[in-house]
């Protein structure tokens, strides 16, 4: 069974930091690109990052570049998207998505399988 847990959303401050996570199993994760979203009630989800488990490779919204790293442990099949500079307009449900190109990347149709998402919240 495929699964993709993300878990690590919290309350935090504005300019504070937090670390996420996206534990993947039920599929060759060496092979995939895992992709993060974002969604806010009332809008459409955007792409925030993805990494690919193949070469480490990343990508970065506009929004978030420079403020958001990513990382992946291919021996325990999580990504870890670290978060920093946190801003108010951070504020969303955070989801994992694995698709099996880069060019997937922000095209939320092409991803395969996904997460639940987890909540971030960030206060002014």
């Known amino acids: 069974e495929v699964q993709l847990q993300a878990s690590g959303g919290g309350l935090v ?4 930091s937090l670390r996420l996570s996206c534990a ?3 599929f060759t994760f060496e092979d995939y690109v895992i992709g993060w979203f974002r ?8 792409g925030v990052s993805c990494i690919s488990s ?13 403020r ?10 999580t990504v870890y998207p670290q978060m920093s500079s946190l801003k108010p307009e951070d504020t969303a449900v955070y989801y994992c998505a694995a698709s099996y190109s880069m060019d ?3 095209h939320e149709d092409e991803y395969d399988y ?5 909540q971030v919240t960030v206060s002014s």
């Open 54 to 66: 193949v070469d480490g490779s990343t990508l970065y919204a506009d929004s978030v570049k420079g």
């Open 68 to 77: 958001f790293t990513m990382s992946s442990d291919n021996a325990m099949s």
């Open 39 to 46: 969604q806010v009630p009332g809008k459409e989800r955007e």
């Open 104 to 106: 997937s990347w922000p």
């Open 13 to 16: 401050q504005a300019g504070g």
């Open 114 to 118: 996904w997460g639940q998402g987890t």
């Open 24 to 26: 993947a199993s039920g």
